[in-house]
């Protein structure tokens, strides 16, 4: 299992991101600013992973105060400091998901000692459970497939941008464990390259077999009839089933709909923000141009020009045939339909 972000002893090791396929480069970070930078450069990425590594991030925090001691400080500064974490990336839930969990939980401590016990303890319950709901999903994800399947999907939504298996790519895992074959479809993913540099790097770990597309390709491919199901990640749900991902997404679910591909979100509980009506409500964060401008370092235009990088699109829940979460496959009315997965009761 490729672990991406792990915890030992006041050190969080993550595996850093921006220097695959080609090395695989452990940073060990001990402060919460290092935390920030490395969710900010994309060091770590994926909308469950940048969530544990925020929550591993306040730990740290809490560890070097641990001194404080007055304990209404403490809960103040802390606070400031998750705020902090959520301001890196807006637009992953996830993220402020765990860090706000993490605040629920340390809320009700009596003393500066016991909060950061408890934060430490949440932070960890946050990863190991988030590894569970992964293969859990891609148990699920299962039930749509059938050996032999050619699955399409776009940036990295695998093991490596969350606990381990991912959510997209976990049914590839899982297929694995069973001795049944899926092929993948991997878009580029421009402009930050997680299909091509994390995807197929994954995959190829795995022994999978994938086939690299650029992202103007997919809509061609679809039409081609190659493809049983596209597969794809997501940062934010909206309560209405409209879905936040990784720019492109939006193109590869309106293709899928002209040719009658099936479109799958895949995504935890964690990631679903019945508080956000519809996508219109869903922050798009925007990156530096530098990242549209230059490959490797390399300008590949103007030094003058105009850049617009929208890191996230929305696809419209009309154009989602089934969102894949660890309590099962959410089809149909996905404002009734999510919202039961968080008030049973009130479903009957
Ligand atoms: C399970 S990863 C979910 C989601 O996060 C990725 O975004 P980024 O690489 O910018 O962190 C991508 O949108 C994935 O689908």
Redesign the pocket.
């Known amino acids: 299992m490729i672990t991406a972000v792990t915890y030992n002893d006041g050190v969080v090791t993550l595996l850093d991101q921006r220097k695959l396929p080609g090395d695989s480069v452990f940073l060990k970070l001990t402060t919460v600013e290092e935390i920030k930078a490395a969710i900010l450069s994309?060091s770590v990425?994926?909308?469950?992973a940048?969530g544990i590594a925020a929550a591993y991030g306040l730990v740290l925090w809490a560890q070097s105060n641990r001194k404080e001691q007055d304990l209404n400080v403490f809960k103040q500064s802390l606070i400031t400091e998750a705020n902090g974490l959520k301001a890196t990336r807006p637009t992953?839930v996830n993220l402020a998901w765990a860090v706000d969990r993490l605040l629920r939980v340390s809320d009700t401590a009596a003393s500066v000692d016991g909060a950061v016990e408890t934060l430490t303890q949440e932070a960890q319950k946050i990863d190991e459970e988030d590894l569970l709901i992964c293969k859990t999903i891609g148990e699920h994800g299962l039930t749509l497939l059938k050996d032999g399947d050619t699955l399409l999907t776009h940036?990295?939504?695998g093991g490596i941008?969350?606990a381990g298996y991912?959510?997209?790519l976990a049914p590839f895992y899982l297929a694995r464990e069973r001795n049944m074959t899926l092929h993948a479809y991997a878009t580029e993913t421009r402009p930050?390259g997680?299909g091509a540099r994390l995807t197929v790097w994954e995959l190829e770990q795995l022994g999978i077999d994938v086939t690299l597309i650029t992202d103007s390709m997919a809509a061609h491919t679809l039409q081609s009839g190659r493809i049983q199901a596209v597969i794809?990640?997501?940062?934010r749900i909206a309560a209405n089933g409209d879905t936040a991902?990784?720019i492109g997404t939006l193109s590869l679910a309106v293709a899928a709909k002209a040719f009658g591909v099936p479109f799958y979100v895949a995504a935890p509980l964690s990631t679903i923000d019945v508080h956000t009506a519809t996508g219109a409500d869903i922050p798009i964060e925007e990156r530096a141009a530098e990242e549209v401008t230059h490959v490797h370092g390399r300008i590949i235009t103007t030094e003058t020009v105009r850049v617009y990088n929208p890191?996230?699109d929305v696809t419209p829940h009309q154009y989602i045939d089934g969102i894949i979460t660890e309590k099962g496959v959410i089809r149909g009315d996905y404002q009734t339909n999510l919202s039961a997965l968080f008030h049973p009761a009130a479903s009957h």
Do not use: E, S
């Open positions: 994309l990425r994926g909308a469950p940048i992953a940036c990295n939504a941008a969350t991912g959510t997209a930050v997680q794809v990640g997501a940062d991902n990784k890191a996230f």
